[in-house]
């Protein structure tokens, strides 16, 4: 039997098994999008790029998208098996049976499949992903949901070490292994709403209403536990990750301006197909407005493309036996025009620059002309 709730952080709607056990598995996200706006202070970590920016060179330009698709679709639609950890381990059946349910179904909506893509999507777009992990009443995880990395920021890792117990394998068997780990917290801002997440593993209860940690004095009620963000990153010296392609971003921002001024010559008809010169004369005013007129008027290009104008000239004489002779010549200007795009070798050299930022091959981005 199933039945639907809001939850008191976002009043989203959630399906949920209804059973006499209080559940803990319920995602703090907001599904609002909003850009985090100008929020940082000394506590919250700034991204070493402008996401909003990255966002739209990604959708302005050529070839990102190609790549971006080919990384997400090479290292994630493929689907998942289960397989042993090691060459002569035996898989332990309840084990695989619950493994195979998590790639069937890490959440309520999505199979793990969805759920990779759109946190490598976030990966290769901006550099870093992070994914939400939400534990039951007996803090094993129990939903895996993408966060998306528009709306999560970094803070400042803070407060004391934290002794964590983790299981490390040693000579075909796992150890359990006691460290000291600082923990960092995340936080995402949609308008004047704030929500808090623990970073996966740290073992502390915390409000993800204000950020703050449990105590013996203020303990943290079920509903109000913070999930786990695993921030899934680049290698980089920011902490948050860098984009692989960050590096030619001359490249991308080249590419855009190329073929914008490619557009503009093409609506703008930038090299006139003609020039008209008058001598031994002077155009009418008639014909000196009308011409006037057409060459400011405020459709270019095409859209004047084919219209006639009739032009009147009158000579110029210097005596009443002098009758004059007015000329009117039209001079060609097509060989001045090029024959295809501008920047072409420039666009196609930008090109291949920024698909070697992927390692990917012509082919795998739809350029299959080299095969």
């Known amino acids: 039997m199933t039945r639907k709730r809001r939850t008191k952080s976002s009043g989203i709607a959630i399906r949920s098994l209804a059973t006499s056990v209080q559940r803990n598995d319920i995602s703090r996200q907001s599904e609002d999008a909003d850009s985090f706006g ?9 991204t070493p790029y402008s996401i909003s920016s990255l966002s739209t060179f990604v959708e302005q330009s050529n070839t990102l998208p190609q790549c971006i698709e080919a990384m997400v679709t090479n290292t994630t639609r493929f689907g998942f098996h289960v397989i042993p950890i090691s ?10 049976e619950l493994l195979e349910s998590y ?26 992903g992070f994914y939400e992990v939400i534990r039951n009443v007996r803090r094993q995880p129990s939903l895996l949901k993408q966060a998306k990395a528009f ?27 006691t460290e000291l780990k600082k923990f960092r917290k995340y936080i995402q801002i949609i308008g004047a709403t704030k929500v808090y997440f623990k970073e996966f593993g740290d073992p502390r209860d915390m409000d993800y209403r204000t950020g703050k940690y449990a105590s013996k004095d203020t303990p943290v009620a079920k509903e109000d536990k913070a999930t786990e963000i695993l921030h899934y ?30 557009l503009r010559y093409f609506e703008d008809n930038t090299v006139p197909p003609m020039i008209l010169s008058v001598s031994g004369g002077r155009l009418t005013r008639q014909s000196f407005e009308d011409l006037n007129r057409l060459l400011k008027a405020k459709g270019v290009g095409k859209d004047r493309q084919n219209q006639i104008l009739l032009i009147e000239a009158i000579p110029e004489t210097t005596g009443l036996d002098d009758k004059g002779t007015t000329r009117i010549q039209v001079d060609k200007l097509t060989s001045e025009r090029p024959s ?9 050299s930008n090109i291949n620059k ?12 739809g350029m299959s002309q080299d095969i």
């Open 354 to 365: 920024v698909r070697s930022s992927f390692r990917l091959p012509p082919v795998v981005i």
């Open 87 to 96: 060459e002569g381990v035996t898989i332990d059946k309840k084990e695989k």
């Open 38 to 46: 100008t929020s940082y202070d000394n506590i919250i970590l700034a």
């Open 340 to 348: 295809d795009g501008l920047f072409r070798e420039y666009d196609d």
């Open 103 to 128: 790639i069937e179904s890490p959440n309520t909506e999505e199979s793990l499949m969805s759920v990779q893509s759109a946190v490598v999507e976030d990966y290769e777009r901006y550099g870093f």
């Open 151 to 177: 709306n999560i920021r970094l803070m400042r890792r803070s407060g004391s070490p934290v002794s964590i117990t983790v299981d490390v394998a040693r000579g075909g068997s796992r150890n359990k292994v």
């Open 233 to 262: 990153r680049q290698y980089s010296e920011d902490s948050y990750g860098l984009p692989r392609w960050i590096s030619q971003l001359p490249s991308i921002l080249g590419s855009r301006e190329s073929e914008e001024v490619n």
